[in-house]
């Protein structure tokens, strides 16, 4: 299968602390898999690492055969924005937008017209259940449900790959297997890789391929029967 996004060498220090000590990594498009490990492995820096929102101490990564490791900051910025999607545990929604607002904002940040920006944003929230709540603000809905709003912003603009930390770290465990059962649907329906970073085993065993990070090294990866 051929590699979507690549990770060779991949080193992160901290000090005198190695986050990653020489990390090999490869994504297939339309792959899903989890990273998994304890608390302090390197799972978050791993993935902060390969969506460029941290450059690595030494290693190269690529996207589609390209080198993206060696962009400057600004063309990292618009690489997230254009080509990778983001679902963090907390949500990181905006407070005083809407939740079609909300989704239509990364839409907006590439240049797109905003009654085409709003009219997608309303088509993924129906897409991830949330019809009728388009003009809810994130305090308005419940932890689960504003999940699914980043889950809609993280997919409108269709990047190639979806990262997820922790995204149902914030959440019980029915509404959490909900959630990524939704996220899975939507980078299904796009064909987007995704990542998903969790400390939970059993959210890790609903995604195909597992990758275990200890010490800031890979010990296993695992693809389900």
């Not at 020489?22 to 898999?33: Q, S």
């Not at 904002?105 to 590439?110: K, M, Q, S, V």
């Not at 999940?147 to 959490?176: N, S, W, Y």
Request: proline share 3%.
């Amino acid at each position: 299968m051929t590699s979507l996004l690549s990770g060779r060498g991949l080193v992160k220090r901290y000090g005198d602390a190695y986050a990653l000590a020489g990390v090999d990594i490869d994504i297939a498009a339309g792959e899903m898999l989890a990273i998994v490990g304890p608390s302090g492995s390197g799972k978050t820096s791993l993935l902060h690492v390969l969506a460029g929102i941290l450059k690595c101490d030494e290693g190269a990564i690529t996207l589609g055969g390209q080198r993206i490791d060696q962009l400057s900051e600004t063309k990292r910025s618009e690489l997230r924005r254009s080509e990778f999607g983001f679902v963090f545990q907390s949500g990181m929604l905006v407070a005083e937008l809407t939740a079609e607002e909300n989704v239509a904002l990364p839409l907006l940040l590439g240049g797109r017209d905003r009654n085409m920006a709003v009219s997608t944003a309303r088509i993924w929230l129906d897409r991830v259940g949330l019809a009728g709540k388009e003009t809810r603000r994130p305090g308005e809905l419940s932890g689960g449900e504003a999940q699914r709003v980043a889950i809609a912003r993280a997919i409108a603009h269709r990047p190639k790959v979806i990262f997820a930390d922790e995204p149902t770290g914030a959440l019980d465990t029915k509404t959490g297997r909900a959630t990524i059962s939704t996220l899975m649907g939507a980078a299904r329906e796009t064909g987007a890789a995704l990542v998903i970073v969790t400390h939970d085993r059993d959210i890790a065993a609903m995604v195909p391929r597992t990758v275990a990070i200890r010490d800031g090294r890979i010990e296993q990866s695992v693809v389900a029967a």
